[in-house]
């Protein structure tokens, strides 16, 4: 297998990994755990082995965090179009992708519809390229059965705003291949906690998150978080990693003794939230019949929890201003091919702009209806009364 360093990672179908459950997983979350969802990619670049001179396959219709946490090692991110009518990655695109310097493909689960994982991994292993699969949008999702995070080499999962599971900033890492993992743990050894302060006010960004958001809020928090990571006050998500430049401090930490522990108790029961997002993606999905929006279709053998219920807008600007004036929450992101840079600067991440084009149309209409907790019946009907009347 064509990974750097002379190391080897198994050129067979990943086994063994069909029989996770969710008490199982959840176990798993909290054992390797990072900064940021990206650090933990990063970590799992670095026991690759993969570093400067290899290339890493994404998609494009992503967050900057994970062409971020590739070229933290120095590695170069090689952008993958979607497959038309999902958000997510396409196997015809791959193999004119895949070069002797690629090491990697990156399988992003967006929103929380499993990707085709089967075919991709399938080509990757064929071109004797690691896997691994980006599970920021769900933890719970299965194909055919199993959870996604189960058929790669490795995956890697984040707890940002929005995320399936929140507790300010962090991200967990799963290695499902015993050399990689042994290497893995090594790197993670040598990580620093951070800085006591910054737990303390991720904590408290937490706690007043959890306090002021409902969807009916949704707007008016969205602005007040943007206001606040302008001014330096909270930790925002894009923090500029140059192509040539070590990496920054964040990719040098663990996750920390307060986050880990809210992280634990997030994760101690992962059915109650499971069954929620279910129910409510249930809901939009039979209950929102308009041609103001278009659902997602749902593969056979796919079963999505999803983080956030994605659909294509007829009119994306319009449908999300009139959102906005009437307190529905309806978010836009992903609105850019690399989320949240545009124009020119999608360049810094090694974007070319128009390369990807079903990504960057995808991008221009999508939006997305939150599927978490705090979502109640009657959100579930003022949503789906706005979609349906919106003319």
């Given amino acids: 297998m064509m990974i750097a360093q002379n190391t080897e990672i198994s050129d067979q179908p990943r086994s063994g990994n069909d029989d996770w459950t969710l008490d199982s997983l959840s176990q798993q979350l909290t054992r390797l755990t990072y900064f940021r969802g990206r650090v933990a990619l990063s970590a799992i670049l670095r026991g690759l ?18 062409p971020e946490g590739v070229m933290s090692v ?8 979607v497959s038309l009518g999902t958000p997510n990655m396409d196997p015809t695109d791959v193999p004119s992708k895949i070069t002797p310097r690629t090491k990697a493909i990156i399988i992003q689960h967006s929103y929380g519809l499993p990707a085709d ?9 064929e071109h004797g390229i690691a896997v691994i699969e980006d599970c920021a949008h769900t933890i719970a999702s299965k194909v055919d059965g199993r959870f996604v995070g189960s058929f790669g080499d490795a995956a890697f ?6 995320k399936p599971v929140f507790v300010g900033i962090g991200g967990s890492a799963i290695v499902n291949d015993d050399e990689l993992a042994r290497r893995v743990e090594r790197d993670y050894s040598t990580l620093e906690q951070p800085p006591i302060l910054s737990q303390l006010e991720t904590r408290a960004m937490v706690f007043g998150y959890r306090v002021a958001y409902t969807p009916a809020t949704y707007w008016t928090v969205r602005s007040i978080f943007r206001g606040l990571s302008k001014a330096g006050l909270i930790r925002g998500n894009y923090n500029k990693v140059g192509h040539s430049l070590r990496p920054a401090s964040d990719f040098q930490r663990k996750m920390g003794r307060v986050q880990s522990r809210m992280l634990e108790i997030a994760v101690s029961d992962l059915t109650i939230q499971t069954d929620h ?16 929006v278009e659902h997602f279709p749902i593969p056979s053998g796919v079963e999505p929890v999803f983080g956030r219920y994605p659909m294509i807008a007829r009119d994306k600007t319009s449908l999300v201003g009139r959102a906005r004036e009437a307190k529905v929450e309806i978010a836009v992101f992903y609105d ?14 090694l974007y070319e702009p128009g390369s990807c084009p079903r990504a960057e149309q995808l991008s221009a ?3 997305s209806l939150p599927t978490g907790l705090q979502v109640t019946d009657a959100q579930i009907k003022r949503s789906v009364d706005f979609l349906n009347s919106a003319a």
């Avoid at 120095?74 to 179009?81: E, L, Q, S």
């Avoid at 994982?117 to 292993?125: F, G, P, S, Y």
């Avoid at 850019?336 to 991440?349: C, H, K, M, N, S």
């Fill in 365 to 367: 209409q999508v939006v």
């Fill in 74 to 81: 120095g590695a170069t991110p090689i952008y993958v179009d």
């Fill in 49 to 66: 082995g993969i570093g400067a001179g290899d290339d890493v396959l994404l998609q494009a219709f992503t967050c900057v965090a994970v």
């Fill in 336 to 349: 850019t091919p690399v989320q949240p840079l545009e124009g020119l600067a999608l360049r810094d991440v």
């Fill in 277 to 292: 997002r279910i129910a409510v993606a249930r809901e939009y999905r039979e209950r929102i019949g308009t041609r103001n």
């Fill in 117 to 125: 994982v089967v075919t991709l991994t399938r080509i990757a292993r």
């Fill in 157 to 162: 999962y984040s707890y940002e705003a929005a």
